[in-house]
């Protein structure tokens, strides 16, 4: 895992310039990533949670958020009634990868219902239990993790009427499963991590110059559409709408959900303000998530005040104590709360609501704190945080300055991975305020 730290920071220093692939390049490297997985991610995460059988059912348009994740490229959805089952021997060490579907799922996953000789698809189910014999079965239904919990309850009850009594005392929550599933990062996957994240921060630095930004025209709205064009142009996709949202002198600080929400005429952007963004994007099944700050230079101005760049490194310290924190096996509310009393010591006004990142924008894993859950977060705050995993390092801390007479907020987010070696930005952070116009 060594290896891969010094791979990711050797593409964050060297790709400067990250090529978006064409569909079909995209598709071929989706393929082989998810063929990767099976073989060489799934076995082990099968073991870990000790499950011989893992069973994920979905319905066309209705999709199982885990099966979302396994279908092939081609399948932009599932296809009737789309049946996956794992059956992992230990003593053999085995992984059988089959679907129960009209329809071949892909190459990775072998096709076992011939509905010509078993007409009756949870027949066919059936027979693949009741041939391997499992003990222990694991079904997609969970309470803390919506992600995890993809079984609907149609599916559930034909399911279970089918099922032979013998077989129903084994079935057994997959939560463990699904969540190391879509929260677990490969090599193959944090190879190209580094991209997505230049390549949204690239974005954002082109919204926050005067290509886009005319101080006393432009409004906060207008870069936010800018934004969302943008993606469309280059052919990807964002998982939610970006924001942009101002703090300036002699205007309150807004309320913190505010602050993320964008209303429908925007703020007309002037000299002086002090300017953040939230934005994101999805690019080969994975998904950034960035927050950054800029400053609209005055007349006459070559820098940032230095009062607003002090602020703005006291944002930074938070972001270091809390990786610094990161400890493999610690839940996320205990990080919580050791990063927050630490805050506080050095004399910072923390928040953070540091959440898992990946093939989801708020994916699965130990939850970090919200911003309206700073004592801990119920459930997915009790979770193990993990290695190979990615983290939206995402926070803020008020700051009174005196020149402005007011707190302001310097909110931050960057993508972040956890491995056996420690913590490493997946593609350097944000440690000055971004000029506008740039220098």
Known sequence: MYQLFLLIGLLSVLNTSAQILPERERARLVNEILSDKFENLLPGLMDNAAIDMWIVISREYNEDPVLRTMLPATWLNA????????????????????????????????????????????????DIIETRDPQ?????????????????KTDSEEFLDYLPGTYKNRLVSGEELAVGWIETRTQMEMELYPQLVEITKNIIR????????????????????????????LGLETWFHPSVSIQRDEEALEDHILAF????????????DLVHCDFGITYLRLNTDCQQMAYVLKQGETEAP??????FEKANQLQDILTGNFETGKSGNQILSESLNQAREEGLKPMIYTHPLGLYGHSAGTTIGMWDSQEGVPGSGKYP???????????????????????????????????????????????????????
């Open 79 to 126: 296809r009737r009634r789309t049946i996956l089952v794992f059956h992992r021997n230990k003593e053999i060490d085995s992984l059988e990868r089959l679907a129960v579907a009209r329809y071949e799922v892909g190459e990775s996953i072998e096709a076992a219902w011939d509905p010509e000789k078993q007409p009756e698809q949870w027949k066919a189910l059936i």
């Open 136 to 152: 222990r079965i694991a079904l997609n239904f969970s309470k803390n993790y919506g992600l995890a919990d993809g079984l609907v």
């Open 206 to 233: 082109e919204a926050f110059s005067e290509k886009v930004i005319i101080p006393g025209e432009t409004t906060t709205e207008d870069v936010v559409w800018w934004m969302r064009q943008k993606v469309t142009e």
């Open 261 to 272: 929400s964008s209303n429908k005429e925007g703020k007309v952007i002037y000299r002086g």
């Open 306 to 311: 230095q009062f607003l760049e002090k602020a």
């Open 385 to 439: 945080l993990n290695e190979n995993t990615v983290y939206a390092i995402e926070l803020n801390t008020s700051v009174f300055l005196e020149e402005w007479n007011q707190e302001i907020r310097i909110m931050l987010e960057e993508a972040g991975f956890w491995g056996a070696e420690g913590f490493l930005y997946v593609n350097g952070r944000q440690e000055e305020l971004i000029l506008i116009p740039s220098k």
